[in-house]
């Protein structure tokens, strides 16, 4: 395991100035956000002049990449376009895991399940893992619906986000069964009513999320996904968790 940290820390920075920032930090892998948010890194934009996109992201201010989080707003055909497009560039510059959301709730089961075997299909062409990842508000806030996905979709693998089941629960809720699925770790501190609090502050028990990795054989990213916080310093708090983390491996 070895300890990265998103682009999408530094929602207000250009992409330079987020790895720059990175850098300043002493991380050494980066997950990088592909988002129609982003002004240099749309999946649309990769679609359409992918050698472009190739060349942007070896131009990582001696960063290695660990993984894509992919926000993709076009349907159809289209949709699955973007996803091809955005794997291989994942394959170009030797990135594995992937990261997509699951559907909102209220999707149905079966169309979910026939979405995210095409997504397998595709990325698994590229050699590319696809992350499903947990979040409140989708199909894929229940643990167990997780599991069953998993199973249903063969090769799908899970991003682990420990927040989704922390917040806004009045006893967190146990996320054990996913960790032989898990190919990619997103992290922050949580409590029961904020997303995110300081480091320390929260009910995230990185030890033992660490120690179920290890279980389980896991060697790949931690991914810190620490946001600006008012009043709080950004940097000293992603320099805190990513020391935490260090000195938990």
Do not use: W
């Amino acid at each position: 395991m070895f300890v990265a940290a998103s682009t999408a820390c530094f929602p207000d920075l250009s992409l330079d100035d987020a790895l720059s920032r990175l850098v300043d930090l002493e991380y050494t892998h980066v997950e990088l956000a592909l988002s129609e948010q982003n002004q240099e890194l749309k999946p649309s934009q990769v679609a359409a002049r992918f050698d472009d996109a190739v060349v942007r992201c070896r131009q990582l201010h001696r960063l290695t990449p660990a993984a894509f989080s992919l926000d993709i707003t076009a349907e159809g055909d289209e949709y699955y376009r973007q996803f091809a497009a955005c794997c291989r560039l994942a394959k170009a510059v030797k990135v594995v895991s992937v990261v997509v959301p699951g559907a909102e709730l209220g999707t149905p089961f079966n169309a979910e399940v026939e979405r995210l075997r095409a997504l397998v299909a595709i990325a698994t062409t590229e050699g590319v893992v696809v992350g499903l990842k947990t979040e409140g508000g989708r199909v894929t806030q229940d643990p167990d619906t997780v599991v069953v996905l998993c199973d249903n979709v063969k090769g799908l693998g899970v991003t682990l986000d420990p927040s989704h089941f922390v917040f806004g629960k009045t006893n967190p809720i146990s996320y054990d069964q996913l960790f032989k699925y898990v190919c990619h770790v997103q992290l922050r501190d949580t409590s029961a009513s904020q997303f995110q609090v300081r480091v320390g502050q929260g009910a995230i028990e990185y030890g033992r999320v660490i120690s179920q990795l290890a279980q389980v054989r896991y060697d790949r990213a931690l991914s810190v996904m620490i946001g600006p916080l008012p009043d709080t310093d950004h940097s000293a708090e992603m320099r805190k968790l990513r020391l935490l983390l260090d000195s938990l491996l």
